[in-house]
């Protein structure tokens, strides 16, 4: 009788669908392990009893940045369940490798320490551009110095020690579209970096049109319900080896349970990028109808985000939501709504703000899961705070507006 313990089959990745690869990309190997659930490894340290071979071990990490075999050494270098969550963003992503990190600020950091140990200071890139990212690379903290264009000036403005062009699409906040396909070919042989926070690889995936680095605030829609933080980079091996060096000599790791929670928020991230997408695109129409608002911003590529301009006081419209909260972030499972000019970019100079577009009257909106009709409800009332003369738009009446895209 043949008592052989039957083995899982081996697992194969061809051309697996988006929301497949969500589901099971990292987990590959847990029912080979007899897992369904990924387990968590909280250990700081490894023990080891042949230093020799340690030694050997690190000194390989200190030259090639790859990541070591066998077991852990220490959890600067590497955690296994922060590896489940890089192996799958990767996959989603489609790039050969990911590098996590503590946020999307010390994601982008690395990028730019790793392109100015190679003497390649100077970055070009493009507004508008989430404010704390606008301010790194302006304010010289790392030694690194910013040359700001539209995407017709990127060729021009390229040095010899050019090390990144940058760009955010669709941009925060005015949720601004730029042609990554035509970008990337005015950057020539100087890597491409697409923030692709807001679009996700369920609505984009940058490297399939010539981005050779792919930026997420992971805190934001890989997450997806406003409890952990973390920043992941997206890249092929060479670089991501880099910055794996970096990241253990900065220290900006990613703590294995926020590794954990993220892995379980790509399940559903096309799932939630979807439903939610849905919701913001009805709510993009209705304000666009509505004589209060000015002027309404959603991309062709479509997403979750809304950006729109009011008539009047837009503090007001912050202080009168009650079902929508009033917070900064996005990509949860709730609505938020802010307003750029006070939080998000309030440290960008207030010509630079004005000039990407970012006015004192626009309000921007993450859209949740809630139900659009209780959205559109709070949303309505809200805007009727605002002092503006204009007449609240009734539940059956119509108006013009501007839907402005891109």
């Given at each position: 009788m043949d008592t052989e313990t039957p083995t899982?089959?081996?697992?194969t990745h061809r051309s697996r669908a988006l929301a497949t690869e969500a589901v099971?990309?990292?987990?590959?190997?847990?029912?080979?392990?007899?897992?369904?659930?990924?387990?968590?490894?909280?250990?700081?340290?490894?023990?080891?009893?042949?230093?020799?071979?340690?030694?050997?071990?690190?000194?390989?990490?200190?030259?090639?940045?790859?990541r070591l075999e066998g077991p852990p050494v220490y959890a600067r270098l590497d955690n296994p369940t922060t590896a489940r969550f890089e192996t799958a963003l990767a996959r989603l992503e489609g790039t050969e490798?990911?590098?996590?990190?503590?946020?999307?600020?010390?994601?982008?950091?690395?990028?730019?320490?790793?392109?100015?140990?190679?003497?390649?200071?100077h970055v070009v890139a493009v507004r508008p551009l989430y404010g704390c990212s606008d301010h790194?690379?302006?304010?010289?903290?790392?030694?690194?110095?910013?040359?700001?264009?539209?995407?017709?000036?990127?060729?021009?403005?390229?040095?010899?020690?050019?090390?990144?062009?940058?760009?955010?699409?669709?941009?925060?906040?005015?949720?601004?579209?730029?042609?990554?396909?035509?970008?990337?070919?005015?950057?020539?042989?100087?890597?491409?970096?697409?923030?692709?926070?807001?679009?996700t690889p369920v609505l984009q995936r940058p490297v399939e049109d010539g981005?050779?680095?792919?930026?997420?605030?992971?805190?934001?829609?890989?997450?997806?319900?406003?409890?952990?933080?973390?920043?992941?980079?997206?890249?092929?091996?060479?670089?991501?080896?880099?910055?794996?060096?970096v990241r253990f000599a900065t220290g900006g790791v990613l703590h294995p349970m926020a590794g954990f929670l993220l892995l379980r928020g790509l399940s559903t991230l096309p799932v939630r990028v979807r439903a939610a997408s849905a919701s913001a695109a009805e709510l993009s129409r209705r304000?666009?109808?509505?004589?209060?608002?000015a002027r309404v911003h959603y991309p062709e590529l479509g997403g979750a985000m809304v950006s729109f301009e009011v008539h009047g006081d837009p503090h007001r419209v912050i202080s009168a939501v009650r079902l929508i909260t009033p917070a900064v972030s996005l990509g949860s499972v709730d609505t938020l709504i802010q307003h750029p000019a006070s939080i998000s970019h309030r440290i960008v100079d207030e010509g630079d703000r004005h000039a990407s577009g970012v006015g004192d009257r626009l309000l921007r909106m993450s859209v949740g899961l809630e139900d659009v009709e209780d959205l559109w409800a709070d949303l309505h009332r809200a805007l009727g705070a605002q002092d503006t003369g204009h007449p609240a738009a009734g539940a059956g009446e119509s108006a013009a507006g501007l839907l402005v895209r891109g």
């Open positions: 899982a089959p081996p697992v099971h990309a990292g987990r590959d190997d847990l029912a080979a392990l007899g897992l369904h659930t990924p387990p968590i490894d909280l250990s700081t340290t490894y023990p080891s009893y042949d230093s020799r071979a340690e030694a050997e071990r690190i000194d390989t990490f200190a030259a090639t940045g790859a490798s990911a590098v996590a990190f503590a946020s999307g600020m010390a994601a982008l950091t690395a990028v730019l320490l790793a392109r100015a140990s190679m003497g390649l200071r790194l690379l302006g304010a010289g903290l790392l030694g690194t110095e910013v040359t700001w264009t539209d995407p017709a000036g990127i060729a021009e403005a390229i040095r010899p020690e050019t090390g990144l062009v940058m760009v955010e699409t669709p941009a925060n906040p005015t949720l601004a579209e730029v042609d990554i396909r035509a970008i990337a070919h005015s950057c020539g042989s100087v890597p491409l970096l697409v923030d692709n926070t807001f679009a981005a050779r680095i792919v930026l997420h605030s992971a805190t934001k829609y890989l997450g997806g319900h406003g409890d952990v933080m973390g920043g992941v980079v997206a890249c092929d091996e060479e670089f991501a080896s880099v910055l794996r060096k304000l666009t109808a509505d004589p209060r608002v």
